[in-house]
T-cell receptor
């Protein structure tokens, strides 16, 4: 059973556009929601993370929006650049520090 | 400040063999988690080590075992390899006191023939 569902599977965005990736979860015990960026042949790199006590967190061009009642959270990449082309994974964990449940990933391609 | 390191980077084994993968956590971190990432999939949690004990375990068979050393480094052992064990094995480290943030290494690519 997939604990975290991620969509879309792939995304193509023009340079300068906004990339939006969505995730949904069922377990209300989850209290930590990170996003990771992974380039081919590399390990996932932490991009940004949020806890359920806030509805939005912004770091540079990256924003997480969190909807606790809907059990959904999303990653927005503003002013998308070709260098952002990578696979993005959302994840969730309970009692922070415990195992992460990952989504299935979104392959983002930013066209110059 | 060195990040999480893993060795080897690549490995080829045949079915039935055993393999040992190694991980050194980020400086100052005391918790190590192992994940398996099949091609095109998200990482799947194998287990987590803290204070040299297995603290949590995911849905993986006993063929998967691990160890954590006093210097916090860790090993992942897989016995009786199956073709389906071919994957990228990721190590992530974190600091138990802070909780949450896990930092991943580059992974070990295992191919089972």
């Amino acid at each position: 059973q997939q604990q975290v569902k991620q969509s879309p599977q792939s995304l193509i965005v023009q340079k300068g556009g906004i990339s939006i990736i969505n995730c949904a979860y069922e377990n209300t015990a989850f209290d930590y929601f990170p996003w990771y960026q992974q380039f081919p042949g590399k390990g996932p790199a932490l991009l940004i993370a949020i806890r359920p006590d806030v509805s939005e967190k912004k770091e540079g061009r990256f924003t997480i929006s969190f909807n606790k009642s809907a059990k959904q959270f999303s990653l927005h990449i503003m002013d998308s650049q070709p260098g952002d082309s990578a696979t993005y994974f959302c994840a969730a964990s309970k009692n922070t520090g415990n195992q992460f449940y990952f989504g299935t990933g979104t392959s983002l391609t930013v066209i110059p | 400040d060195a990040g999480v390191t893993q060795s080897p980077t690549h490995l080829i084994k045949t079915r039935g063999q055993q393999v040992t993968l190694r991980c050194s956590p980020k400086s100052g971190h005391d918790t190590v988690s192992w994940y398996q990432q099949a091609l095109g999939q998200g990482p799947q949690f194998i287990f987590q080590y803290y204070e040299e004990e297995e603290r949590q375990r995911g849905n993986f068979p006993d063929r998967f075992s691990g160890h954590q050393f006093p210097n916090y480094s860790s090993e992942l052992n897989v016995n009786a390899l199956l073709l389906g064990d071919s994957a990228l094995y990721l190590c992530a480290s974190s600091l138990a006191q802070l909780g949450g943030t896990q930092y991943f290494g580059p992974g070990t690519r295992l191919l089972v023939l």
